[in-house]
């Protein structure tokens, strides 16, 4: 337990396989029970005050070569970049993930995955 709440960057399987003596299968299994646990009573989930947004993730076409410009830039504006939208918790945690459209039911999707709901 300790190993894994000191390391700042997180464990690998094979660090705790080899500093406990048993084997990699079991370390695995360990640490996912383990991280499971830390999560507390919402599985993970994000809770209080949240906001959403999504940004787009991508170079400027003007400060991309003329080939690599023609190959990835088909329109104006965020065509050619990733979209990737977040959810945080007000003084918390932050998720991200790269979605594939800004539409109504991906980023709801997101949302209902990552935050509790009021009962």
Known sequence: M???TNCKNG???WEIHRALGVCQKTAW???HRIRLAHQGKHGGKLSGEVEVDETFIGGKARNMHASKRAEKI???GPEGKTIVAAV???GG???AKVVSTRRKP???KLVRDNV???R
């Open 88 to 90: 945080l918790e007000r």
């Open 93 to 95: 945690k932050v998720r």
């Open 2 to 4: 300790w190993l894994i």
């Open 11 to 13: 464990i690998s399987s």
């Open 29 to 31: 299994f360990m640490l």
């Open 106 to 108: 991906e980023l709801q």
């Open 74 to 76: 088909k329109g104006r």
């Open 116 to 118: 509790e709901t009021a």
